[in-house]
């Protein structure tokens, strides 16, 4: 059956709608080309939205940050107070716990002060501060680790050199440990990375999960982690009380089935006491009656 009517102009679409060389060459009829204009207008006006957005809630965060200051430092005097709470908290971190070897966690026995500090607008990046009392490992009191976005809007990020004492180089130590094994061949048994490995690496700062879980988890709440072990024994504690006042009724239970066993097998055998000495009683007066009949 023929169609009627004629086929609707097509026109080419637009410059500037933002949808890319790809389509610059594809035509629309006039219906579809007046509609994607104006859904091309609300997208623009979303993003202006979106940018305004962003913008106040950088304000937002700004002063917060501002608001929060105070209570870090106080928190952070308040932890000095407390012997090995980095350390602790580091090493109850599953991922931190991780990177960190045994060497390597005896050095963070001096670390006494942590601190993560964004910039000022917050979006070009931020620093994690490490504050160390006189340790044997390195002269610097403080070590850093820090984040920005280089021109090309990628991250990038540097660091403190560590002043290591003769002897003490942890890193060098760890390569050391890698080459010796390689050269015995064990492959597949690669030593992981640690925690100053870590530190000094800059290869993929947008990868660095490390340097995120310290300033997104660890930062906000250390507390959790250094609390970890007590929490966890207080629960096993009440967990094993638990199951010992069960074992403890329990075994209270068959004693006095036991018990009341022992008790109903006496009485049989009591009772099958007397039923015998009261057989044993007729037998003998029918005797004697049988004795007297005789005589008579």
């Known amino acids: 059956?023929?169609?009627?009517?004629?086929?609707?102009?097509?026109?080419?679409?637009?410059?500037?709608?933002?949808?890319?060389?790809a389509d610059e060459n594809r035509d629309f009829d006039p219906e579809t080309q007046k509609s994607l204009e104006e859904i091309d207008a609300c997208q623009n006006e979303i993003d202006a939205l979106n940018e305004k957005a962003s913008e106040e809630i950088l304000k937002v965060e700004q002063k917060y940050n501002k608001l929060r200051k105070p209570f870090?430092?106080?928190?952070?005097?308040?932890?000095?107070?407390?012997?090995?709470f980095w350390v602790t908290a580091f090493v109850n971190h599953p991922q931190i716990s991780a990177v960190l070897d045994e060497e390597e966690?005896?050095?963070?026995?001096?670390?006494?002060?942590?601190?993560?500090?964004?910039?000022?607008?917050?979006?070009?990046?931020?620093r994690i501060k490490f504050f160390f009392d006189d340790n044997p490992y390195f002269e610097n009191d403080v070590i850093v680790k820090e984040f920005h976005l280089g021109s090309s809007g990628d991250p990038a990020s540097q660091s403190t050199t560590i002043k290591w004492k003769e002897g003490m180089d942890l890193n060098k130590k760890q390569k050391e440990r890698q080459a010796q094994m390689k050269n015995?061949?064990?492959?597949?048994?690669?030593?992981?990375?640690?925690?100053?490995?870590?530190?000094?690496d800059h290869g993929d700062a947008s990868a660095d999960d490390i340097a995120e879980?310290?300033?997104?988890?660890?930062?906000?709440?250390?507390?959790?982690?250094?609390?970890?072990?007590?929490?966890?024994?207080e629960n096993g504690m009440e967990g094993d009380d638990d199951e010992s006042e069960e074992e403890e009724v329990d075994d209270s239970v068959v004693v006095e089935e036991e018990d009341d066993d022992e008790e109903d097998a006496e009485a049989e055998e009591g009772g099958e006491e007397d039923v015998d000495e009261e057989d044993s009683f007729?037998?003998?007066?029918?005797?004697?009656?049988?004795r007297g009949d005789s005589h008579e």
């Open 1 to 21: 059956m023929a169609t009627t009517g004629t086929t609707p102009k097509k026109i080419r679409k637009v410059d500037g709608s933002g949808s890319g060389d």
């Open 72 to 84: 870090f430092e106080k928190r952070n005097d308040l932890i000095k107070k407390i012997p090995n």
């Open 105 to 126: 966690e005896e050095c963070l026995h001096y670390l006494n002060k942590l601190e993560v500090e964004e910039f000022e607008d917050i979006k070009s990046g931020y």
């Open 184 to 200: 015995n061949r064990k492959r597949g048994l690669e030593l992981p990375r640690t925690f100053f490995s870590w530190f000094s």
């Open 213 to 233: 879980v310290i300033k997104d988890d660890m930062w906000l709440n250390p507390l959790q982690y250094y609390l970890v072990p007590d929490i966890e024994v």
């Open 282 to 290: 007729k037998k003998a007066e029918d005797t004697e009656g049988e």
